[in-house]
């Protein structure tokens, strides 16, 4: 149950597009579809962004999105904005012996 | 409107026991599966434990496997966690969580454990 591996810090201008790489293994993001992304702000707790690869929960905007490509998974956020400083967690199902669930080790993004 | 609400974190000795309930409400209870994800101080996100809807089938960390049990009582719309042999890197805010079994999908605001002598 190792931590799927996320850069430490991502940063953009306001307006302009990231993306963060959550990789994992053939184990979990790549041998299955249940990839999911969660933001978290300070002292908050964390929210679900993304769910399955690629879907936006009800309400949620469309400046977020997700993709898969093997064993590496990546969440883009675009028209930065200033709300969207927070850390961001990518999470994947795993079930290598028993059902289990591994999160990421955490981007903090910064808005310039 | 989903609401979870942890409750039972606290100070406790290295070696020690305590039980973490969560009240849930706004949704079917018995039709999603529950998580317990934690969070050190200044740290990244930690799977801890799963149980499914009926609580037929339970699933833990390496890290708490032995030490830690989950449950639910559906007839009261609350989870629990039961730890016990506590060590200080159990340290932590737990967070009670929503889903299924493969995607955690609302979160409460968590409860701090400190382990400390």
């Known amino acids: 149950q190792s931590a799927l591996t996320q850069p430490a810090s991502v940063s953009g201008s306001p307006g302009q597009s990231i993306t963060i790489s959550c990789t994992g293994t053939?184990?979990?993001?790549?041998?299955?579809?249940?990839v999911s992304w969660y933001q978290q702000h300070p002292g908050k707790a964390p929210k679900l962004m993304i769910y399955?690869?690629?879907n936006r929960p009800s309400g949620l905007s469309n400046r977020f999105s997700g993709s898969k490509s093997g064993n590496t998974a990546s969440l883009t956020i675009s028209g930065l904005r200033a709300e969207d400083e927070a850390d961001y967690y990518c999470?994947?199902?795993?079930?290598?012996?028993?059902?289990?669930?591994?999160f990421g080790t955490g981007t903090k993004v910064t808005v310039l | 409107e989903v609401q979870l609400v942890e409750s039972g974190g606290g100070v406790i000795q290295p070696g020690g026991s305590l039980r973490l309930s969560c009240a849930a409400s706004g949704f079917t209870f018995d039709d999603y599966a529950m998580h317990w994800v934690r969070q050190a101080p200044g740290k990244g996100l930690e799977w801890v434990s799963l149980?499914?809807?009926?609580?037929?089938?339970?699933y833990y960390a390496d890290s708490v496997k032995g030490r830690f049990t989950i449950s639910r009582d559906n007839s009261k719309n609350s989870l629990y966690l039961q730890m016990s042999s506590l060590r200080t890197d159990d340290t932590a805010l737990y967070y009670c969580a929503k889903g299924s079994m493969d995607t955690v999908d609302f979160w409460g605001q968590g409860t701090l454990v400190t382990v400390s002598s």
């Open positions: 149980i499914s809807g009926d609580g037929g089938s339970t």
């Open positions: 399955e690869v690629s």
């Open positions: 053939s184990s979990d993001v790549g041998g299955y579809n249940y």
């Open positions: 999470s994947s199902y795993t079930n290598t012996y028993t059902p289990s669930y591994v």
